[in-house]
């Protein structure tokens, strides 16, 4: 089973992952966990993408396909996946369509996560960082033990300045502006609008009614 998920910042897409994933034993891949780690092993795509990132320019989307083959072609994704970032454009919808049909995969099932960018622009302006460390808490949903201090160094945290109001606003128009026509490819597909406005496990429960049906599908064929 293949996972695309979707979502605005904010949206709790980073919650849900993991959850996702450990329910249907499948990794979840994050394109940008995936660029780093290419840029860390130095590989050749790696050195690629850092020189890219360093000119201020975006990776093509040539070199996160490839990226994404290698990830993919990893025996724990023999039995499906969930991708979390990509894909970010049309181009890389097609390459993914026609990656899961060369493979034998089922078309995806999308799954986009939305919220009122009120609720958006709260979260996000609730999260705070330890400089120190990078550990990420949010005031609202997972406050550290001491009030503004790191749980794990004690550093006292702080706010990005992309988590600023006007900031977030920027952000969300970006993404609007840049999934649009992405969402629209899938539209007609196996494509499901979940409501991210709620506590997480009521999300996970409308999440997991949609993956159910085809987690028992895979498993009679699998048997048959």
Do not use: W
């Not at 606003?169 to 979940?194: C, I, M, P, S």
């Amino acid at each position: 089973m293949v996972i695309l998920l979707f979502g605005p910042p904010g949206c709790g897409k980073g919650t849900q992952s993991p959850h996702i994933a450990n329910l249907l034993n499948i990794p979840a891949i994050s394109t940008g966990e995936m660029l780093r780690a290419e840029v860390e092993a130095g590989s050749p795509l790696g050195k690629a993408a850092a020189g890219i990132l360093a000119s201020g320019q975006l990776v093509s989307d040539d070199i996160v396909s490839q990226m994404l083959v290698r990830r993919l072609s990893e025996p724990d994704c023999g039995d499906g996946f969930l991708l979390d970032g990509y894909p970010r454009t049309v181009p890389q919808a097609e390459f993914l369509d026609a990656y899961l049909r060369k493979h034998g995969f089922a078309p995806a099932t999308v799954l986009f996560l939305t919220a009122p960018d009120y609720v958006l622009i709260e979260r996000i302006g609730s999260r705070r960082q330890c400089p120190r460390c990078g550990a990420i808490y949010n005031i609202l949903f997972k406050p550290p033990a001491r009030p503004g201090h790191c749980d794990r160094d004690g550093t006292a945290l702080v706010k990005r300045k992309d988590d600023a109001a006007e900031a977030v606003k920027q952000r969300l128009r970006a993404y609007q502006t840049q999934t649009q026509l992405v969402l629209e490819h899938y539209r007609n597909g196996d494509f499901h609008t979940v409501r991210a406005d709620r506590p997480p496990a009521e999300v996970l429960r409308d999440i997991m009614v949609v993956l159910e049906p085809r987690m028992a599908a895979v498993a009679r064929r699998r048997t048959g």
